[in-house]
């Protein structure tokens, strides 16, 4: 299986990039792993919300495949723990899916077209974090999920 995370706009704070970029070398020694950015919409001061979320989902669309499972992270998703997103994760993989795309809109979150293309989503909390944020948060906690699966150390309860 390989894993994509599809984010809109690039990661701007350096805290963020290295913290991010610390995840994702671990991440290789587990699976293959890409981080995809879609560019920022240009001139979204002349687009109302609605606007932006259906350029940004034009893009979005172009990037992915009919067989691939594509999981938004919205607020409104299934929650998991960390051991069941791990297991979540155990089940894709045995489940044979051979591409796992995880999505994380813009600002604005998501055009309708995005979650009726989706197979699922998820939440990483009840609060809201600024969609740079999460890209730290969620790499993480992939990395967590396959220590977890590897019963390494890292994770402890």
């Known amino acids: 299986m390989k894993i994509t995370l599809l984010v809109v706009g690039k990661t701007e704070d350096k805290y963020l990039i290295e913290g991010i970029d610390k995840y994702l070398g671990r991440l290789k020694h587990y699976i293959g792993f890409n981080l995809l950015v879609i560019p920022d919409i240009k001139n979204t001061k002349n687009l109302t919300e ?3 979320k259906t350029k940004e989902a034009e893009l979005i669309l ?3 495949s009919n067989p691939d499972m594509v999981v938004l ?7 998991y723990s960390s051991v069941s997103f791990s297991n979540y994760l155990n089940k894709q993989m045995i489940g044979s ?3 796992l795309v995880f999505i994380i809109g813009g600002p604005y979150g998501f055009d309708e077209s995005i979650y009726k293309r989706a197979n699922g989503s998820m939440s990483l909390s009840d609060m809201t974090f600024s969609h740079q944020m999460v890209r730290l948060f969620f790499v993480e906690q992939l990395y967590r999920a396959f220590s977890i699966l590897k019963g390494e150390p890292y994770h402890h309860e």
């Open 50 to 52: 609605a606007q932006q």
């Open 73 to 79: 992270l919205d607020e409104r998703g299934k929650k």
């Open 62 to 64: 172009k990037q992915i």
């Open 97 to 99: 899916v051979q591409h």
